[in-house]
C-alpha cells in the first residue's frame, strides 16, 4: 500500500490554458472523491466516483471541469481554459464502501493560474 | 450534515494531552463524528471516528457526551510533529461527501 498518488505535485499555467491531473488511488479502494482548497479554508468536496461511475458533482465544479475514472483506477480532473480563480490544490481521497468509511488522501496538486 | 463549531486556535506544550473540542448541537441519531487533521503542505489524515459511543486508537481518543451535542479530541501526549489542523466533521453513512470548516490550528510548543 503506498498510499493515494497525485501528481504533477506543483503546476503553474498561464490563463486560458487547459491542465490536467492524475490521481491514484489505492488499489483495492473502489471510491475516489475530489476535493479543492484555498489558503486558509477547508477543503470543498467536488466530485465522486464509485468504481467508473461519477455519482455527484458539486456545483463548484462548472463546466470548465471534468472529471474521469476509466477502467475504475485511477481519475484525472481537467480544467479548460483556466482562470485566476481556479488557483488552489487539488486533493484526491480514496475509501473502501462500509460502514465505516474512512477516507485517504494524497499530498494534493497545487495550481498556480498567472 | 449537521454544522460544527471549533475554537479557531489552540496551544499546548510538548509531552502534555491536547483536548480539542467540538460544538455540534444539530448532530441526528445516525449521524457520525469524524475527525481529521491537516499538517502542513499534506492532505487531511484521518484519526478517528464515532457514533455514541467513547472511541481510542493508536493516534488518539474521542470522547462524545451522552447528548451527543459535542465531543472533545484528545491527543495523550503531544508531540512536535503533532502541530497541524484539526478538523472535527459530522456525516451520515453512505459516502463521505465531508464538510470541512476552518478547523482548529493547533501549535504544539516545546
Known amino acids: 500500500d503506498t498510499g493515494v498518488s497525485q501528481d504533477p505535485r506543483h503546476k503553474i499555467t498561464k490563463r486560458g490554458q487547459n491542465v490536467t491531473f492524475r490521481c491514484d488511488p489505492i488499489s483495492e479502494h473502489n471510491r475516489l472523491y475530489w ?3 484555498t ?5 470543498e468536496f467536488l466530485t465522486y466516483f464509485q468504481n467508473e461511475a461519477q455519482l455527484e458533482k458539486s456545483r463548484l465544479l462548472s463546466d470548465r471541469f471534468s472529471a474521469e475514472r476509466p477502467k ?22 480514496s475509501s ?18 498567472l | 450534515d449537521a ?38 503542505s499534506q492532505g487531511p489524515q484521518y484519526i478517528i471516528h464515532g457514533l455514541k459511543n467513547n472511541e481510542t486508537n493508536e493516534m488518539a481518543s474521542l470522547i462524545i457526551t451522552e447528548d ?14 503533532d502541530t ?3 478538523y ?9 461527501k465531508l464538510v470541512f470548516g476552518t478547523g482548529t490550528r493547533l501549535l504544539v510548543s516545546p
Open chain 2, 3 to 40: 454544522k460544527t463549531t471549533q475554537p479557531t486556535s489552540m496551544d499546548c506544550a510538548e509531552g502534555r494531552a491536547a483536548n480539542l473540542p467540538c460544538n455540534h448541537s444539530t448532530i441526528s441519531g445516525n449521524e457520525y463524528v469524524y475527525w481529521y487533521r491537516q499538517i502542513h
Open chain 1, 35 to 37: 476535493y479543492r482548497q
Open chain 2, 88 to 96: 472535527c466533521i459530522v456525516t451520515g453513512t453512505g459516502f463521505q
Open chain 2, 68 to 81: 451527543r451535542k459535542s465531543s472533545t479530541l484528545i491527543l495523550p501526549h503531544a508531540t512536535l510533529r
Open chain 1, 39 to 43: 489558503l486558509g479554508q477547508g477543503p
Open chain 1, 72 to 93: 475504475g483506477s485511477f481519475s484525472t480532473l481537467e480544467i479548460q481554459r483556466t482562470e485566476q480563480g481556479d488557483s488552489a490544490m487539488y486533493l484526491c481521497a
Open chain 1, 96 to 113: 473502501l464502501r462500509g460502514a465505516d468509511e474512512k477516507l485517504f488522501f494524497g499530498s494534493g496538486t497545487q495550481l498556480s493560474v
Open chain 2, 84 to 86: 497541524a489542523v484539526y
